[in-house]
T-cell receptor
Framework: GQQVMQIPQYQHVQEGEDFTTYCNSS?????IQWYKQRPGGHPVFLIQ?????EVKKQKRLTFQFGEAKKNSSLHITATQTTDVGTYFC?????????????FGKGTLLTVNP | DAGVIQSPRHEVTEMGQEVTLRCKPI?????LFWYRQTMMRGLELLIY????????DSGMPEDRFSAKMPNASFSTLKIQPSEPRDSAVYFC?????????????FGPGTRLTVL
């Protein structure tokens, strides 16, 4: 089945530094979603990318979808302590079952104030 | 909107006991998912319902697990008998529409500990 590989698994930064997490697939994706889970919380939807080469911004967060629609990234500029959490990418299964998402293992971001 | 509601929030039980987790999806959402999250395996889809009908239960680990959705506003996930390896956080999520293009809304989760 569809797998999305996410790297790195962990990232520790000083407050103010930038952060990037990457999501890679061996197959072309129809769309990709990003979720954030705060420690002890539940995943919360951030954004969806659909078009090849798409770039979307939410304040300090920049999301990109690769030209081949096989990879995606989330970049946070000047991290803050409120950015702490696990960031997941999620993509639908290939082969027709477009109703469910496969989640990456996530990148845990910790920020040192 | 209250969001997706799950109960209980925490459950501690002994091996062999029956456990029932409950979920109320967001009103108007016709897709419902049960996930299990562990450190080792991440976020795994257990079962997916659309319009109260189970569409995909390929993620249900064993016959000890069962899920029902008797109506559009209620679903249960039952584990009988429970085992220590079932300890995890169980999330229910709902979505409007049948395709992956719509966002999923997760409940707060049930943290299950089986001793």
């Amino acid at each position: 089945g569809q797998q999305v590989m996410q790297i790195p698994q962990y990232q520790h930064v000083q407050e103010g530094e930038d952060f990037t997490t990457y999501c890679n697939s061996s197959t072309t994706l129809s769309n990709i979603q990003w979720y954030k889970q705060r420690p002890g919380g539940h995943p919360v939807f951030l954004i969806q990318l659909v078009k090849s080469g798409e770039v979307k911004k939410q304040k300090r967060l920049t999301f990109q979808f690769g030209e081949a629609k096989k990879n995606s990234s989330l970049h946070i500029t000047a991290t803050q302590t409120t950015d702490v959490g696990t960031y997941f990418c999620a993509a639908p299964n290939s082969g027709g079952s477009n109703y469910k998402l496969t989640f990456g293992k996530g990148t845990l971001l910790t920020v040192n104030p | 909107d209250a969001g997706v509601i799950q109960s209980p929030r925490h459950e501690v039980t002994e091996m062999g006991q029956e456990v029932t987790l409950r979920c109320k999806p967001i009103s108007g959402h016709n897709s419902l998912f049960w996930y299990r999250q562990t450190m080792m395996r991440g976020l795994e889809l257990l079962i997916y319902f659309n319009n109260n009908v189970p569409i995909d239960d390929s993620g249900m680990p064993e016959d000890r697990f069962s899920a029902k959705m008797p109506n559009a506003s209620f679903s249960t996930l039952k584990i009988q008998p429970s085992e220590p390896r079932d300890s995890a956080v169980y999330f229910c999520a709902s979505r409007m529409g049948p395709t992956s293009y719509n966002e999923q809304f997760f409940g707060p989760g049930t943290r299950l500990t089986v001793l």
